[in-house]
């Protein structure tokens, strides 16, 4: 099974809408970044995360990392058709070393003007 | 300042045939992780360097290697392609790897024919 489940796999919303994508771990999360991805480019580095209960905010978008540090959820006020496109959690299991990240399928969103 | 840049950004293959791929990093940055993204998954991770030496390696075959160079720019070489490594190769620097935010490229997109 995937160590690293995002949901929902796919969503669409109407502009101006707010939404919100989560990142949950079967083990403990030593780090956990957010990136964005536009179809086949390479990734956006949005946030990272590293304490329980942490929470952070850039522009319109807050991702949040909970108490027990096994779930994240990243939350976009107000969508643009701007904020379109892959979001991809990515887990750091190593201990604080983060040689590799170990990163979900992705949630695919539309933003509908 | 540039970011991570690759090269090439589309590559064309037949099976057998062996492939380099090439990551020069940001300017400052020592380590280097590449991953094989899959259509439709999340990246995986390949290799990391870091000050030329490798650091961490993922679950791929021996067919895979790759360097590090003095300046810090790495490639990525695959042998006996097989249509399976049809992916976005992405290429990812970070200061040193340790707590550092892996910063990606644009990817090289490799078709297997």
């Known amino acids: 099974s995937q160590e690293l489940e995002q949901s929902p796999q796919s969503l669409i919303v109407q502009e101006g809408k707010n939404l919100t994508i989560n990142c949950t771990s079967s083990?403990?999360?030593?780090?956990l970044y957010w990136y964005k991805q536009k179809y086949g480019e390479g990734l956006i580095f949005l946030m990272m995360?590293?304490?329980?209960?942490e929470e952070k905010s850039h522009e319109k978008i807050t991702a949040k990392l909970d108490e027990k540090k096994q779930q994240s959820s990243l939350h976009i006020t107000a969508s643009q058709p701007s904020h379109a496109g892959i979001y991809l959690c990515?887990?750091?299991?190593?201990?604080?070393?983060?040689?590799?990240?170990?990163f979900g399928k992705g949630t695919l969103l539309t933003v509908n003007p | 300042d540039a970011g991570v840049t690759q090269s090439p950004t589309h590559l064309i293959k037949t099976r057998g045939q062996q492939v380099t791929l090439r990551c020069s990093p940001i300017?400052?940055?020592?380590?280097v992780s590449w991953y094989q993204q899959v259509l439709g998954q999340g990246p995986q991770f390949i290799f990391q360097?870091?000050?030329?030496?490798?650091?961490g390696r993922g679950n791929f075959p021996d067919r895979f290697s790759a360097r590090q160079f003095p300046n810090y720019s790495s490639e990525l070489n695959v042998n006996a392609l097989l249509l399976g490594d049809s992916a976005l190769y992405l290429c990812?620097?970070?200061?040193?790897?340790?707590?550092?935010?892996?910063?990606f490229g644009p990817g090289t997109r490799l078709t297997v024919l």
């Open positions: 083990k403990t999360l030593y780090g």
């Open positions: 300017s400052g940055h020592k380590s």
């Open positions: 990812a620097s970070s200061l040193q790897g340790v707590e550092d935010t892996q910063y």
């Open positions: 360097y870091y000050e030329k030496e490798e650091r």
């Open positions: 995360l590293q304490k329980g209960g």
């Open positions: 990515g887990a750091d299991y190593s201990g604080g070393s983060n040689y590799k990240l170990t």
